[in-house]
């Protein structure tokens, strides 16, 4: 089954009938919608919705993994930069 986003105010949904892609207005979400290839009928449900919060909290998520691994990275340079000061401090005592 197809549910995608398609525009602003619209979506693809396929037919339950035919599998044919319908572009459906997000006003008509909800309600029973016609294919204009084989004539039948199904209900529009927005599935593009869910879809796009799911694209959305995936895209959060790597990107505050990304932030993390970044701090990390610079966690790890400081501890370097401290052992090589301390091991610098240790050889002039």
């Known amino acids: 089954m197809l549910d995608v986003y398609y525009s602003e105010d619209q979506f693809l949904q396929s037919c339950d009938v035919c599998g044919r892609p319908t572009i459906i207005s997000l006003e008509m979400a909800g ?4 294919c204009r290839h084989c004539g039948g009928t199904f209900v529009a449900s927005d599935h593009s919705l869910v ?3 799911c694209v959305e909290t995936t895209f959060e998520a790597s990107n ?4 993390l691994r970044a701090g990390s990275n610079v966690l ?3 501890a370097s930069v401290l052992t090589a000061i301390s091991n610098l401090f240790g050889e002039l005592i």
């Open 31 to 34: 309600e029973r919608v016609g």
């Open 51 to 53: 879809y796009r919060k």
């Open 64 to 67: 505050a993994a990304r932030r």
């Open 76 to 78: 790890r340079m400081a």
